[in-house]
């Protein structure tokens, strides 16, 4: 299977920042995802990241907030903006694989907003 | 919207015991997965299995895709097991858009 990175791997950072996390790929892929766990709760889709146009968005997230790159196929950014204490979760993302497009996912990203 | 709900939510094995997780899901699915969440965050993939039944060593599935529900069977539990187990299936057909089910926390003792 490929070979997904993120950084960071974990940060506190304060109220009213921004925080960028890295996605990279070992190998090409067309579709890489970004998803968000909330302390204590499962996964949840928060946008496709496209290369060439823009992501596209699951309802309750909004580019304002969420602002993505894809500039090529093995690497992605989500910045999640103007922080607050809510936006403490696990941001993941995702790429599928072969025929069958198995998902894998990267390591995670840890954030804590103070 | 596609309800994927999981159940026990939360489950405590002595080890060596066995265990059955299901995963119960709302609508037709193109691919049904299941992962481990250890401690540390990380999602580690443990089937792809859409339909039919696999093995993997101390670990089988099996997706009745018609019946709209998956079980992960868990033999001779470790303590090593314990985490989150999550199933997750991709019901737009368009590519590996997963919706995650809510989780069972299992916590293997001595």
């Known amino acids: 299977s490929a070979v997904i990175s993120q950084k960071p791997s974990r940060d506190i950072c304060q109220r009213g920042t921004s925080l960028t996390i890295q996605c990279q790929v070992d190998?090409?892929?067309?579709?890489m995802f970004w998803y968000r766990q909330q302390p204590g709760q499962s996964l949840t889709l928060i946008a496709t990241?496209?290369?060439?146009?823009?992501?596209?968005?699951e309802s309750g997230f909004v580019i304002d907030k969420f602002p993505i790159s894809r500039p090529n196929l093995t690497f992605s950014t989500l910045t999640v903006s103007n922080m607050s204490p809510e936006d403490s979760s696990i941001y993941l993302c995702?790429?599928?694989?072969?025929?069958?497009?198995?998902?894998?996912f990267g390591q995670g990203t840890r954030l804590t907003v103070v | 919207g596609i309800q994927v709900e999981q159940s026990p939510p939360d489950l405590i094995l002595q080890e060596g015991a066995n265990s059955t997780l299901r995963c119960n899901f709302s609508?037709?699915?193109?691919?049904l997965q299941w992962f481990h969440q250890n401690p540390w965050g990380q999602l580690i993939n443990l089937f792809y299995?859409?339909?039919g039944t696999k093995q993997n060593g101390r670990l089988s599935a099996t997706t009745v895709a018609t019946e709209r529900y998956s079980l992960l069977y868990i033999s001779s539990s470790q303590t090593t097991d314990s985490g989150v187990y999550f199933c997750?299936?991709?019901?737009?057909?368009?590519?590996?858009?997963?919706?995650f089910g809510t989780g069972t926390q299992l916590k293997v003792e001595l």
């Open positions: 995702s790429v599928g694989e072969g025929v069958t497009n198995e998902a894998f």
């Open positions: 190998s090409q892929v067309t579709m």
């Open positions: 990241a496209n290369q060439g146009s823009e992501a596209t968005y």
């Open positions: 609508d037709s699915v193109n691919n």
């Open positions: 299995i859409p339909s």
């Open positions: 997750a299936g991709d019901f737009t057909g368009g590519g590996n858009k997963l919706t």
